[in-house]
């Protein structure tokens, strides 16, 4: 699985002219799985993004995690996140997991976020989104679990 992980001061997604989730502070996840990734890798995520330290304390530093500054999760599919681009000018999206797999393992990450007692919101799986977000600092990490 891959994430890319952009700490937000607002982020939304909106389908077909409508706004269907909206955060203030928080995280924005783009969320992409991988043909073979399992719910250990879904597991290995939620918990290193619910403790991420990367809110600014009283002393500018990044030491604070999402729960300290009371922050939401937008959480995205995102398929694109596995093109593969080594030949050629088009990408592949081989690598991706077949959407029957992808949507399972990324709601049971998203349920899994939800067990470290946070709020997330999401898109809508397999629907054209328009994502908007105010990238805090900025503030962008991606996470892979074949770097683990």
């Not at 799985?33 to 918990?47: M, P, Q, S």
């Not at 990450?109 to 805090?136: I, P, S, T």
């Amino acid at each position: 699985m891959k994430v890319v992980l952009q700490k937000v001061t607002s982020a939304s997604v909106t389908i077909e002219e409508k706004v269907v989730s909206e955060i203030k502070q928080g995280f924005m996840l783009l969320v992409g799985v991988k043909t073979g990734d399992t719910e250990a890798d879904a597991d290995y995520l939620a918990n290193k993004i619910s403790k991420m330290r990367i809110f600014e304390d009283e002393e500018g530093k990044m030491n604070l995690g999402i729960q300290d500054v009371g922050g939401d999760i937008l959480s995205v599919s995102q398929f694109t996140l596995l093109a593969n681009t080594r030949k050629g000018n088009r990408p592949s999206f081989i690598e991706a997991a077949r959407p029957d797999e992808a949507t399972a393992l990324y709601d049971y990450f998203n349920e899994k976020l939800r067990a470290e007692g946070l709020k997330v919101l999401e898109g809508e799986f397999g629907a054209d989104m328009q994502v908007a977000l105010v990238n805090d600092g900025p503030t962008t990490i991606i996470l892979d679990t074949e770097n683990k």
